[in-house]
C-alpha cells in the first residue's frame, strides 16, 4: 500500500515563527499537494508539485511557499506564520494523471496546525 | 470553473438502513470521480474511483454510480453500520486546467446510529 508520511500529527507555533511541514511518499509518485481543510471551507489546494523541482501554486498560495529537493518529499514552508494559518494541513501524492487516468490520490494523516 | 456540491451536509440513520449519498459537478469534461472518506482528525482514503466512460464501481458494501452527463454521482452504502460513521467526499478531476489538481465537495458528515 501507498504510504503518505507527514512529519508532525500536531504543531502549535507562535505568530512570526518560520514554520516548516513535511512530508514523505514512498510509491514513487510523480506528484505532490498540499491542501488545507477548514471547518465549512472543505479542502483547499495551496500548492502543488509534478516533479522534482516544480511547483504550482493552488488556489490559496499567499503565506506559504514549498520545496521538493527529492521525488519523495514534499516541504510546505510558512515564512512567517499567522493566526489565520490555524488549520488541518494535509499532504497527499498521485502518479502523473495523463498516463494512467484512474490514479487515485493518496492522503497523509494530516497536521493540526495551531499559531498562537 | 468546476464546483462540485454535496447534499445534505449530514445525515443520521439508524444502523441497517440501506443510504445514498449524492455529489453534483457543474462541468462534465472530467476524467474521473472519486469518493473519499474521512474519519475525524484524520486524512482521506479513496474509497472507489469512476472513470468517466464507466457507469459504476462497487467495494464490498459500497456502490458508486456516476452520470457524467447530468454531473451527478451516488454513493451506496448497504445495511449501514455504525463504523460507517465519517465524512464522505466526492471528488472530480477535471480534464481542463489540471487534470492532476481535484476538485472537492465539502462533504457528507453521516452518523449511524446503534
Known amino acids: 500500500d501507498v504510504k503518505v508520511t507527514q512529519s508532525s500529527r500536531y504543531l502549535v507555533k507562535r505568530t512570526g515563527e518560520k514554520v516548516f511541514l513535511e512530508c514523505v511518499q514512498d510509491?514513487?509518485?510523480?506528484?505532490m499537494f498540499w491542501y488545507r481543510q477548514d471547518p465549512g471551507l472543505g479542502l483547499r489546494l495551496i500548492y502543488f508539485?509534478?516533479?522534482?523541482?516544480?511547483?504550482e501554486k493552488g488556489d490559496i498560495p499567499e503565506g506559504y511557499s514549498v520545496s521538493r529537493e527529492k521525488k519523495e518529499r514534499f516541504s510546505l514552508i510558512l515564512e512567517s506564520a499567522s493566526t489565520n494559518q490555524t488549520s488541518m494541513y494535509l499532504c497527499?501524492?498521485?502518479?502523473?494523471?495523463?498516463?494512467?487516468?484512474?490514479?487515485?490520490?493518496?492522503f497523509g494523516s494530516g497536521t493540526q496546525l495551531s499559531v498562537l | 470553473k468546476q464546483e462540485v456540491t454535496q447534499i445534505p451536509a449530514a445525515l443520521s440513520v439508524p444502523e441497517g438502513e440501506n443510504l445514498v449519498l449524492n455529489c453534483s459537478f457543474t462541468?462534465?469534461?472530467?476524467?474521473?470521480l472519486q469518493w473519499f472518506r474521512q474519519d475525524p482528525g484524520k486524512g482521506l482514503t479513496s474509497l472507489l474511483l469512476?472513470?468517466?466512460?464507466?457507469r459504476e464501481q462497487t467495494s464490498g458494501r459500497l456502490n458508486a454510480s456516476l452520470d457524467k452527463s447530468s454531473g451527478r454521482s451516488t454513493l451506496y452504502i448497504a445495511a449501514s453500520q455504525p463504523g460507517d460513521s465519517a465524512t464522505y467526499l466526492c471528488?472530480?478531476?477535471?480534464?481542463?486546467?489540471?487534470?492532476?489538481?481535484?476538485?472537492f465537495g465539502k462533504g457528507t458528515k453521516l452518523t449511524v446510529n446503534p
Open positions: 497527499a501524492s498521485s502518479l502523473f494523471l495523463e498516463q494512467r487516468p484512474n490514479e487515485k490520490l493518496f
Open positions: 510509491m514513487d509518485h510523480e506528484n
Open positions: 508539485s509534478y516533479d522534482v523541482k516544480m511547483k
Open positions: 462541468d462534465s469534461a472530467i476524467y474521473n
Open positions: 469512476i472513470q468517466s466512460s464507466q
Open positions: 471528488a472530480v478531476s477535471p480534464t481542463q486546467g489540471g487534470s492532476e489538481k481535484l476538485v
